[in-house]
């Protein structure tokens, strides 16, 4: 299957300091990448969606101006924590889509936690 | 909108043993259904999707589902468990790719296995 990168896979940040999360399709362009949160023991709560060049599409509940999301590239988006507090500690994954008849590929995430 | 019910959330068989992890969905029309397999503080890694066809998919490592239209499942289903099975399952289910589709996930269900 097609290839996702996210990085860093995991990251320890002070309180108040803003955290940048990259999430790359390395053998496909995807038109569309999705952003996930994922709370210790639950499951992964879509967090946005995302497409090349346009803004980002926020769920219900997330805050769009706390969770920047840029999709500058066809293989490239970023989620930018801003801000971050304890409570934004989570594993964050991520998943590209690249259109047509075929499904989305999953980053191998990334373990956020907030000091 | 659309749903996904994972009713177990832990299961203990043994090894050995066969399994099946039960899932139900809420959907109109016939969904892209997927089971993802989640092992402590890793991504996720796809066991078997269905697109369309015939209705009993085969995974890897094993792994087979049934999809039935009449019950809204799409069950997950081992004939002899392995040691290396205990993880996180969570069932998935995608609207379609006509557009910007996104995946829904289940709750999950924790497998673990008794020696």
């Known amino acids: 299957g097609a290839v996702v990168s996210q990085h860093p896979s995991w990251v320890i940040c002070k309180s108040g300091t803003s955290v940048k999360i990259e999430c790359r399709s390395l053998d496909f362009q995807a038109t569309t990448m999705f952003w996930y949160r994922q709370f210790p023991k639950q499951s992964l709560m879509l967090m946005a969606t995302?497409?090349?060049?346009?803004?980002?599409?926020?769920e219900q509940g997330v805050e769009k101006d706390k969770f920047l999301i840029n999709h500058a590239s066809l293989t490239l988006s970023t989620l930018t924590v801003t801000s971050a507090h304890p409570e934004d500690s989570s594993f964050y994954i991520c998943?590209?889509?690249?259109?047509?008849?075929?499904?989305?590929?999953f980053g191998q995430g990334t373990r956020l936690t907030v000091v | 909108a659309q749903s996904v019910t994972q009713p177990d959330i832990h299961i203990t068989v043994s090894e050995g043993a066969s399994l099946e992890l039960r899932c139900n969905y809420s959907y109109g029309a016939t969904p892209y259904l997927f089971w993802y397999v989640q092992s402590p503080g890793q991504g996720l890694q796809l066991l078997l999707k269905y697109f369309s066809g015939d209705t009993l998919v085969q995974g890897i490592k094993g792994f087979e589902a049934e999809f039935k239209r009449s019950q809204s499942s799409f069950n997950l289903r081992k004939p002899s468990v392995h040691w290396s099975d205990a993880a996180e399952y969570f069932c998935a289910v995608d609207s379609g790719y006509s557009s910007a589709s996104k995946i829904i996930f289940g709750s999950g269900t924790r497998l673990s296995i008794r020696p």
């Open positions: 995302s497409n090349e060049g346009s803004k980002a599409t926020y």
């Open positions: 998943s590209a889509w690249g259109g047509g008849g075929t499904e989305a590929f």
